[in-house]
């Protein structure tokens, strides 16, 4: 029932004529099945979860993430008061699959995985917790079954997520120079993939790599090159800056 309501409400209609494609049905069913198993996993490494742990220092993944969850609620808001419920429901989309699933539970699991340092464990814990909390309250207007019942088991104050408090974009959380560099590091990340592919590189064999960055982004490139070594599957990285 979520999957049909989703690509309903948020398929392309022109003007009033709606058209109906199995493949979409089929999409919305994967992207279904996407936040489910991510959920689940968030669930299996929640073990210990304290909402009044002490926390370390937020990592550059950590800081990305929440500043993209303030400005998907900052745009989904204005364009479910505009009516634009395409709109919106594709920026949730993207933020769901695109940002929180491809890239944050990915970049998380070292931290999650490490139960010898508590605070930054229970970082991740919280920072996951509240991301994935907030985006079924921004999904739940499009798909209320299956977030209904992730909220129910994720870290939660209202009885149901039908009248928990809407998602209001917290602009301290807003970082533009995180988003700046986690996206040159994201982009590096995928032009690695995209060679390794090119030359068949087996998946599990780790390569040298070097790379070439922005003067003002080089030190921040190599001060989180665990995430290129943890994501291009890279044994040693050379980071060049670009006007050298």
């Not at 058209?19 to 996993?41: L, P």
């Not at 969850?69 to 204005?78: D, F, I, P, Y």
Request: glycine residues 4%; contains cysteine; aromatic residues 10%.
């Amino acid at each position: 029932a979520d999957t049909l309501r989703f690509m309903l409400i948020t398929g392309n209609t022109p003007g009033n004529d709606m058209r109906f494609y199995w493949e979409r049905v089929e999409a919305t069913r994967n992207f279904a099945n996407k936040i489910w198993n991510a959920s689940r996993f968030a669930l299996m490494n929640m073990e210990g979860y304290d909402a009044n742990a002490k926390l370390a220092p937020y990592t550059l993944a950590d800081k990305w993430i929440l500043s993209r969850l303030q400005h998907t609620a900052k745009s989904v808001t204005e364009m479910l008061e505009k009516f634009e419920l395409g709109e919106a429901g594709r920026m949730i989309y993207d933020f769901i699959w695109g940002e929180v699933c491809d890239w944050y539970i990915e970049l998380a699991k070292p931290r999650l995985y490490n139960k010898e340092n508590a605070e930054e464990r229970a970082t991740a814990q919280h920072v996951l917790a509240t991301v994935l909390t907030s985006a079924m309250q921004l999904l739940h207007p499009y798909m209320p079954f299956i977030t209904e019942e992730i909220y129910q088991c994720l870290p939660h104050e209202a009885e149901s997520i039908m009248i928990s408090k809407w998602p209001e974009a917290d602009e301290a959380l807003m970082d533009d120079e995180a988003e700046c560099l986690m996206g040159a590091i994201m982009e590096s990340i995928k032009a690695i993939r995209n060679m390794r592919a090119e030359v068949n590189v087996p998946p599990g064999k780790k390569a040298p790599a070097s790379m070439l960055a922005a003067a003002d982004l080089k030190d921040g490139c190599e001060a989180n090159a665990d995430y290129i070594h943890l994501l291009g599957a890279i044994s040693e990285l050379t980071v060049l800056a670009a006007n050298t």
